[in-house]
């Protein structure tokens, strides 16, 4: 049986429409499956089109992973962080 794990990340609005609202969708890496988050990450990462942000939130401060995103995106992926622990670090990322 395939493993299936649902990446949680939050929608960008109730309605449907793709907008972005108020509120940015969350990817919560803590529910992630550690042999497959920083590819899951990845993927999302990816798939930003430019001008797309969302937040990610990590059980860590996810350093190991920012530098493979710059290696990846250089400096297409903006960071800013949004909170820093104790419980879970927040990160905005944002296309340029």
């Known amino acids: 049986m395939p493993l299936v794990t649902e990446l949680n990340l939050?929608?960008?609005?109730?309605?449907?429409?793709?907008?972005?609202?108020?509120?940015?969708?969350?990817?919560?890496?803590?529910?992630?499956?550690?042999a497959i988050r920083h590819a899951s990450i990845h993927g999302v990462v990816d798939s930003l089109r430019p001008g797309a942000s969302?937040?990610?939130v990590a059980p860590h401060d996810p350093?190991?992973?920012?530098?493979?995103?710059?290696?990846?995106h250089g400096e297409a992926i903006a960071v800013e962080y949004v909170q820093r622990?104790?419980?879970?670090?927040?990160?905005k990322l944002t296309h340029a």
């Open 10 to 34: 939050t929608p960008t609005s109730s309605c449907g429409c793709g907008g972005t609202h108020d509120q940015l969708p969350e990817l919560d890496a803590r529910t992630i499956p550690h």
């Open 54 to 56: 969302f937040v990610l």
């Open 63 to 72: 350093i190991p992973l920012l530098a493979q995103i710059a290696d990846r």
């Open 85 to 91: 622990g104790p419980e879970a670090w927040k990160l």
